[in-house]
């Protein structure tokens, strides 16, 4: 009996450190430059309007229209690139929908779906 408590207690306790992320959280991201965990060749700038991502080293960006569908939540779809194989990538994709499922201070984490991906990409965005 004190196991299954024990069981019930963690349970709930996971349960409520694991929250959403308020609006307020998300909208300290909706504009500003960023970079991906893990990918800081790559800087992300957005604004109200566009996302624009850039790789300095090579000069390949991608420019794509953004528009939030709730405080955290947004979609991006393609406006133009110099990267062909971006190019091709995201024409097939159409919209990649990104969800902040968790924030702090100066990061958050995302899950990004498409209507063609099998599986959601996720990862970590900080803000430079």
């Known amino acids: 009996?004190?196991?299954?408590?024990?069981?019930?207690?963690?349970?709930?306790?996971?349960?409520?450190?694991?929250?959403?992320p308020s609006a307020s959280e998300c909208k300290q991201f909706h504009t500003g430059t960023f970079y991906v965990k893990g990918?800081?060749?790559?800087?992300?700038?957005?604004?109200?309007?566009?996302?624009t991502e850039t790789n300095p080293a090579t000069g390949k960006y991608i420019?794509?229209?953004?528009?939030?569908?709730d405080d955290c939540t947004y979609e991006?779809?393609?406006?133009?690139?110099?990267?062909?194989?971006?190019?091709k990538d995201y024409k097939k994709m159409g919209?990649?929908?990104?969800t902040?499922?968790?924030?702090?201070?100066?990061?958050?984490h995302f899950s990004a779906t498409s209507p063609?991906?099998?599986?959601?990409?996720?990862?970590v965005i900080i803000k430079k």
């Open 95 to 98: 919209v990649l929908t990104v």
């Open 116 to 123: 063609v991906m099998k599986e959601a990409v996720k990862g």
């Open 39 to 51: 990918m800081s060749n790559i800087v992300i700038t957005r604004d109200a309007q566009f996302q």
């Open 76 to 87: 991006l779809r393609l406006v133009k690139t110099n990267d062909r194989k971006q190019k």
């Open 1 to 20: 009996m004190k196991k299954i408590i024990f069981l019930f207690l963690l349970f709930i306790s996971a349960n409520l450190f694991a929250q959403e």
């Open 100 to 108: 902040i499922t968790s924030a702090d201070e100066n990061s958050y």
């Open 63 to 69: 420019k794509m229209s953004i528009t939030w569908i």
